[in-house]
């Protein structure tokens, strides 16, 4: 079942109605009811795993504040293996065996659910019910958030139906999601998709600008998906992490990191940066470049167990190493400042950095990486690169290109800096404008969106 059919628009709707009728009580098996027909109409193969790895996971957590410390110990590190070894096992390449949908997003769950318990920061689930529909959440078990069990709990003790203003702010995030997705990320996969696919049939002009284009089109497609997923949480009544916050005015590769897929960030962050720079402490700078090292090769590697994943991983550890270890002079800091190019030279510097890692992210192995990358010089010096192509094969014009991503950019930024609530919520003319605005973006969606793509791309990870 793809998140975008009307099956999965019924289904939401179905179970935002039933939790309204039957109350609070029923919410957890409401949840856990509707996740179960989505993920056996997407993925039957990967249903028992999903069972099975929750009925341990909960069988464990339960033990651990009973048993001594010695039996803890091992037991919790025994299933971490088992679970984590599951997840390296359906991400190794070369096997028949297909990863059940979802396996990175409800392991990483089942993991800090372990080690929260473990470390007194949750208490163990009470319910097997209410313990199965978080793993399992439908809105987020495809391609995240990646929530805390503490977080979940906490929202389904303190639960109330969500009012007029939230419903209205979820259907909101739901509608640019799908702008996001349709709109901007299947337009420029137009560019994107047939240049880095065969980058040897394709000039060194068309190599740099898909190239270019990958990031923004990534964001788009998972920053859309996150988008409804969240809208349809809130739907519920359940809050989803952010999993954005417009990363490509990151000043530095470890700011972008911050406000890039979030929930995987954080999650690394306190259950493996955290832990292993403070076994590493006493060797000083060394162990915080191994712990900043092994931190950005378990994000690369996270996606899946191939060498372009490893690339990009050991990219960024460089980068953020690199950043981590710099002492600018204090001379060149002021001068910098003063011509005041600091703080977007850096954002500019950030993102070219990240569109050479992202080369690396979207190839399918190493040498197409390198041929994507071979028409950055053959560009520059005005130089002959394999061979030629016509624009009209890609299906792409600029235009078509460019003025979803700007009305994409303007949305966000405006919702960042709090434009939205302070005009369009509080103002009669700014609700006259608020109206015009949705209709625009369902006109724009209806009849500027490419609807036979309805896959996003992190749902294979």
Request: include cysteine.
């Amino acid at each position: 079942m793809s998140f975008l059919s009307i099956e999965s628009a019924v289904l939401l709707l179905a179970t935002v109605i039933a939790t309204r009728v039957l109350g609070r009580r029923a919410l957890p098996g409401a949840v856990l009811l509707a996740s179960s027909m989505f993920y056996v109409a997407s993925a039957p193969g990967g249903v028992a795993w999903l069972a099975l790895s929750i009925l341990l996971a909960f069988a464990v957590g339960a033990r651990l504040t009973t048993a001594s410390q010695r039996i803890s110990i091992w037991l919790l590190s025994l299933t971490i293996l088992v679970i984590l070894g599951a997840l390296v096992f359906v991400k190794l390449p070369g096997h028949d065996f297909t990863a059940p949908l979802g396996i990175s997003y409800f392991t990483f769950r089942l993991v800090a659910y372990l080690l929260d318990v473990y470390w007194g920061r949750c208490e163990p689930a009470r319910s097997l019910t209410e313990f199965a529909a978080f793993v399992s959440f439908f809105p987020q078990v495809t391609s995240g958030p990646i929530d805390r069990w503490g977080h979940f709990l906490g929202q389904l003790d303190r639960y109330e139906y969500p009012s007029y203003e939230q419903m209205s702010s979820a259907l909101r995030l739901i509608l640019f999601g799908l702008f996001k997705k349709l709109v901007v990320a299947n337009r420029l996969g137009g560019l994107v998709d047939p240049v880095l696919d065969s980058p040897g049939d394709f000039s060194a002009p068309f190599l740099v600008a898909a190239a270019y284009a990958f990031p923004i089109q990534l964001y788009a497609d998972f920053s859309g998906l996150t988008d409804i997923a969240r809208g349809a949480s809130r739907l519920l009544g359940i809050e989803a992490p952010r999993n954005f916050d417009r990363p490509f005015l990151a000043s530095s590769v470890q700011e972008f990191w911050t406000r890039w897929h979030m929930s995987l960030t954080f999650w690394l962050r306190d259950y493996l940066f955290k832990p292993l720079s403070a076994t590493l402490r006493r060797q000083g700078r060394i162990g915080l470049a191994v712990a900043i090292g092994v931190n950005m090769l378990a994000i690369g590697l996270w996606h899946g167990l191939q060498w372009t994943f490893l690339a990009f991983g050991v990219i960024n550890a460089i980068y953020m190493v690199a950043g981590a270890m710099r002492r600018r002079p204090r001379a060149l800091q002021v001068a910098v400042a003063r011509l005041g190019l600091r703080r977007w030279g850096n954002i500019l510097l950030t993102f070219n950095l990240m569109t050479f890692a992202f080369v690396f992210f979207r190839a399918a192995d190493l040498s197409a990486a390198l041929e994507v990358l071979r028409g950055f010089p053959a560009l520059f010096h005005l130089g002959l690169h394999s061979s030629q192509t016509v624009a009209p094969a890609l299906g792409v014009t600029p235009r078509g290109v460019v003025a979803p991503v700007a009305v994409m950019a303007f949305v966000e930024f405006g919702v960042a800096r709090g434009y939205w609530d302070r005009w369009f919520m509080r103002t009669r003319v700014g609700a006259v404008a608020r109206w015009v605005a949705y209709y625009a973006v369902v006109l724009a969606i209806v009849f500027g969106g490419i609807f036979d793509n309805t896959k996003f791309i992190y749902a294979r990870f």
